[in-house]
């Protein structure tokens, strides 16, 4: 039988793709193009595990799919390079962030390669090289450069600001702007010096620097994300994180609020990351309302969605952070209150967002006055109040509010009872209040009382309209070396862009990769970090972009990654447009793929491109989970129990490395071997055998299940590591991986080779006409085809596949017009087996070069059809008729058959209905 020498194989057609440029992509209008992306991985130390490729596979069976269907397909890939973990081990080791950074590269792309992408390997981008990061440089510079117009609806150029300001001051000018932006005339414009024309348009600038409250880490040295904190320590290494204020950069990407909800209505996303980010942005349509402090001159502005329950407000509640809550701590109650503050203000927003059991808060001892009705009343300090959502202030409704009334009932204040009554036509407010129980009011009503409510507030000067988002600007600075850094340089303490011809700007070499001794950031350890002008030389930016900032903008890099003159050709960004497909994690909800939909539009409003939402369609790739493996140790002893025995001993259970376990069967000898402490283990086995638990679990390190890639393509080949992983069930779900059902797919693929060879190994395909089950069986698997990859239900076309497979093998099929099309239907699974079937069919191109087979319905039309025969209502026997036999012609077949003969015994039947191509049915 022939011998399927897949490790051959496989390099040979891996070096024909490389040495050929199978995949490389360029702009052809003559076809219709496909954009197949993933999300581009952070190369890391441990390099890939058999969970990393899942979605990578399933992009690139789409890819080949698109391209067999003649489709121009770009597919890259490339690296998000700058990050955490190569910079932390930078400082434990001395070493440069970008040799660690290379090193892991040059393994993912291994083992990538090993895999047999299709991707277009011309196009990498690495997100630390400098000839990407002076794009993204570049980018960030028109951000500096622009502002965002309301009536235009877009970003504009600060110049054209400017313009308006010299000409009318900015009383007219309707743009997203900070709070309290004073009110100036063309002559205070004019009256302005160079500094202060600077502060005024960083107030309007897309991208600023402003004091914003961070997650502080110390340890670290750095500024860390929400994402990067859990309960008040860092996710990498468990330092303290404390919340404080710090002048950093920030993109103003509230700005885009809107259209970026807008958008949501225009992709094809799964509904719940399309739901997260709607949450995320939370836009609220409500008023703003100022309440007196008692004997101050301070005010507080509250921000609420319903001013019609204003009646029921029993309390006022500030954010910790608040620098107002602190001024109006009373002496009797500054211990403690000052004491919860300390405590409060370091728990991060999105801790304190999640934990609706925590309750806890501190009275100032001050009080605002209710500017409806005079009333005073008591301002608290709370938790569950954020500083970034609206004001930071919450006029809190304990009958009306799940929060507020949890936290006054906590600390016994009141809840006052809700009135019903109507308000009187044309006024506000009514004399018998007003009706604050939603349960009773229609949304009609809501809506009429919200409206009277604002006028009043408007007329009295109390209040105003207003639109709210949750979402605030996004911190945009880290204090760490390994990151863009920022083309910036400071004169008299305000910020300048560097000249564009001086891009890009490059990291500079340090001693250390730590804080200097003064607290500033690695930066500041550079010698001559400065930027020389005419007149004169000025100190640069200390901190560096986030991760985010590569990653935002990288899908249009691929599409032109060679070009150093411009950021992408207009021309190709145009031809490739949008990614079509887009597969990677949820967990990029509120982080990569919004930034990337904010970065875009903005891209889109310079008319760099033309496109505004980067990703038109997106799949989110389940976690292939590991299957652990225990052993149970004998307590204070070297003796290891077989899982069958182990509670008859005093056993506790540990992790084992899987890849000595086979079966869940344990070999002795190589776990004897796996750590020095278990070299004179001692085994209590059953039948001769040591059996190992097994559960379940997040592939990790630490639980020794991981499964490497290197280890399944040398034992299996690529081509069986493709078409298991995705025969592990729909590509959307969690599913364990299990080595050991991994042998019937590699004996499938041995099967389809064998298609194509006698018994004694030779190649031999037949140039007869197959039969009618021969074309019955490729046509079923070309339409299952079909069908999954309009759906992306990988793992279905690969039972088919098995079948259609098993079908003509006992068919024992070696038509080349069975067996051709068979190696192309087959290819973007598994394109190695394929391409070397395609080449013995006697091909010399790729078989990527060939076409996907067209499917014929006719070849599963059925020309007979097996009737049951019914005998008074119990079917007695079976007929095997043409179709295209008559009624009459069917009774005759049925009545002439013996086992309806021996019923009828001699008689006549009293009736027989007869539905063709279904039942013959006799009654007696």
Known sequence: MAEYTYKEIEKKWQAYWEKNQTFLAKVNPDKPKFYSLDMFPYP??????????????????????????????????????????????????????????EQNIARYTEQLKNIGFAFDWSKEVRTSDPSYYKWTQWIFMQLFNSYYDQDADKALSIDSLIERFEAEGNSQVKAVCDDETPIFSANDWHAFSEKEKQEMLLKY????????????????GTVLSNDEVKDGFSERGGHPVERKKMMQWSMRITAYADRLLKGLDKIDWPEPVKEMQRNWIGKSIGAEVIFKVKNSEETIKVFTTRVDTIYGVTYLALAPESELAASLITEDQRETAEAYI????????????????????????????????????????????????????????????????????????EIRQVIEGSMEEGSFPGKDGFIINSGFISNMYMKEAMTKAIEFLEEKGIGKGKIQYRMRDAIFTRQRYWGEPLPVYFKDGLPYLIDEKDLPLVLPEVDKYLPTEDGEPPLGRAQDWTYKTSEGEYPLELSTMPGWA??????????????????????????????????????????????????????????????DEPFQKMINQGMIQGRSNFVYRVKGTNQFVSKGLKDQYDTFEMHVDVNIVYNDQLNLEKFKAWRPDLADAEFILEDGKYICGAEVEKMSKSKYNVVNPDDIIEKY??????????????????????????DGVFKFLRKLWNLYHTNKGEFQVSDAEPSKEEYKALHKAIKKMEEDMANFSFNTSVSS?????????????????????????????????????????????????????????SYLKESAFEYPVMINGKMRAKINLDLSLSKEEIEKAALADEIVQKWLDGKSPKKMIVVPGKIVNVVI
């Open 717 to 742: 080949g690529a081509d069986t590591l493709r078409l298991y992983e995705m025969f592990l069930g729909p590509l959307e779900q969690f599913k364990p991986w299990n080595t050991n059902g991994i």
């Open 550 to 611: 590569g990653s935002s903008w990288y899908f249009f890099r691929y599409t032109d990654s060679q070009n150093d003159s411009v950021f992408a050709d207009k021309t190709k960004t145009d031809y490739w447009g949008s990614v079509d497909l887009y597969i990677g994690g949820s967990e990029h909800a509120t982080g990569h793929l919004l930034y990337s939909r904010f970065w875009t539009k903005f891209i889109y409003d310079l008319g760099v491109v033309s496109i």
């Open 205 to 220: 600038r897309l991208t600023f620097l402003a004091e914003t409250t961070v997650n502080w880490c110390a340890a670290l």
């Open 801 to 857: 596949f098995m079948i259609c497979v098993n079908e003509l093998s006992g068919l024992k099929s070696n038509k080349r017009k069975i067996l051709e099309p068979l190696a192309v239907l087959v290819s973007p699974y598994a394109p190695h087996i394929a391409e070397e079937l395609w080449s013995l069919l006697g091909h010399t191109t790729s078989i990527t070069e060939s076409s996907f087979p067209a499917f014929d319905e």
């Open 44 to 101: 890391s130390g441990a390099g890939l595990h058999v969970g990393h490729p899942l979605g990578y596979i399933a992009s690139d069976i789409v890819s080949r799919f698109k391209k067999l269907k003649g489709f121009n397909v770009l597919h890259p890939m490339g690296y998000d390079s700058f990050g955490l973990p190569a910079e932390q081990y930078a400082i434990q080791t001395g070493q440069h962030p970008a040799i660690t950074t």
């Open 342 to 413: 300390e405590v409060a203000k370091n728990r991060s927003e999105r801790e304190r967002m999640s934990d609706v059991k925590t309750i806890s808060g501190a009275f100032t001892g001050s009080y605002a006055i209710n500017p409806f009705n005079g009333e005073e009343i008591q301002i608290w300090v709370a938790d569950y109040v954020l500083a970034g959502y609206g004001t930071g202030a919450v006029m809190a409704v304990p009958a009306h509010d799940e929060r507020d009334y949890n936290f006054a009932k906590h600390f016994g204040l």
